[in-house]
C-alpha cells in the first residue's frame, strides 16, 4: 500500500519510535524489504537515488516496477516510495514519475536558494498529496557522487526550512553516508535538541545510519528523530552473503549459477538485517 510518508512519519514521531528508510538497488531490493516489512507489520520507506534509478533504467520503471510488486505480494503495510537526497529537477521527475514521497537535498546551495526551490516543491507536494523532506547543513560522505562536508545543521535555519511546510527534515548532526571512519566523535545530540526545539515538533530524518552504535540511534528517536536511512549496511551484507556463496563454490554445484540462486544469501542477509533495524528503532508492530 503506497502511501505518502506524511502520515507514517508523524505517527513515529507521536508514539516515539523510527520509520525505517531503506534503499533500494533492484528488483530483489524491493521485493525482500517488502515482505520484510509485510512479515513485521512495519511502515518502510524505500528511498531511491539518482544512480539508483539510472542504473534501473529510470525513475518511472522504479515506481511502476515497486508498485508491480506491492500489489503482487498483496502488501498491506504502509509504504512510501522515496527520492533520496534529490535535486530541483529529480524532484520535480518523481513527482511526475508515481513517488509518494521526495526529498529535495538543497543543502549544497546558498540558503536561500535552498529556501525557495523548497518552497516550489512544498507547493507541488501539497498539489498531489505527496510529502517533502528538507536539509539542512550537508550530511557528510559521499551519497550519489555528491560530497558533504558533515556541517552542524544551523538551529535558525532549520526553522526557517521548517515553516515552509516540509514533511520532515534532514540536519547535519555530525552523521555520515558510508562507513564511518574511526576517529569519528559521534553525534551531537545538542544541535538535534536545538534543531528540534526550534522546528516545531517536526519528525527528524537521521540519515548515514550505517555504523552509528544502537546506542546513539536509541537517543537521536528520544530527541525526534522518526526516520533513519540505511544504505550502504544492506550492501555490504549482501555482497559478504553473495561472496561466500560463491568462494563455498556453491555456484559450481548444479544449477547453483543461477542468479535466483546465486543471489538468494544476499537478499537473506538484507532480510535479517532489515528486521534487526526495525527492532531497533522500535517499528515492529507499528504498521496501520
Not at 24 to 48: D, H, M, R, Y
Not at 108 to 113: R, T
Not at 178 to 207: E, M, R
Request: with cysteine; net charge negative.
Amino acid at each position: 500500500m503506497l502511501i505518502s510518508a506524511q502520515q507514517m512519519l508523524n505517527k513515529a514521531k507521536k508514539d516515539h519510535y523510527a520509520v525505517p528508510h531503506i534503499n533500494i538497488n533492484n528488483l530483489e531490493w524491493v521485493k525482500t524489504a517488502l515482505l520484510t516489512a509485510q512479515e513485521q507489520n512495519s511502515p518502510i520507506i524505500l528511498g531511491v537515488s539518482k544512480g539508483a534509478a539510472t542504473y534501473m533504467s529510470s525513475f518511472k520503471t522504479v515506481a511502476v516496477m515497486v508498485r508491480a510488486i506491492d500489489e503482487s505480494l498483496n502488501i498491506t503495510v504502509p509504504v512510501a516510495l522515496h527520492l533520496d537526497h534529490g535535486t530541483y529537477d529529480s524532484a520535480k521527475a518523481c513527482i511526475e514519475a508515481g513517488f509518494t514521497s521526495v526529498m529535495f537535498d538543497g543543502s549544497s546551495l546558498p540558503f536561500e536558494e535552498n529556501l525557495t526551490k523548497t518552497k516550489e516543491l512544498v507547493a507541488l507536494c501539497k498539489e498531489r498529496n505527496l510529502s517533502l523532506e528538507g536539509e539542512v547543513g550537508s550530511i557528510g560522505g559521499v551519497e550519489d557522487s555528491v560530497v558533504g562536508h558533515g556541517e552542524f545543521a544551523d538551529p535558525n535555519e532549520c526553522e526557517k526550512m521548517a515553516a515552509l511546510g516540509i514533511d520532515c527534515l534532514a540536519a547535519g548532526i555530525g552523521n555520515i553516508h558510508g562507513k564511518y571512519p574511526s576517529n569519528w566523535t559521534g553525534l551531537n545530540f545538542d544541535v538535534l535538541a536545538a534543531v528540534q526545539q526550534k522546528t516545531n515538533n517536526i519528525p527528524l530524518v537521521l540519515h548515514g545510519g550505517t555504523g552509528i552504535p544502537d546506542a546513539m540511534v536509541k537517543k537521536a528517536i528520544s530527541l525526534g528523530v522518526a526516520k533513519v536511512n540505511v544504505n550502504t549496511e544492506c550492501q555490504l551484507v549482501f555482497a559478504a552473503a553473495v561472496r561466500k556463496y560463491i568462494e563455498d563454490k556453491k555456484d559450481l554445484e548444479g544449477k547453483g549459477f543461477d542468479p535466483r540462486k546465486l543471489l538468494a544469501p544476499g537478499t537473506e542477509a538484507i532480510h535479517d538485517l532489515i528486521i534487526k533495524k526495525m527492532t531497533l528503532y522500535g517499528s515492529v508492530g507499528q504498521a496501520e
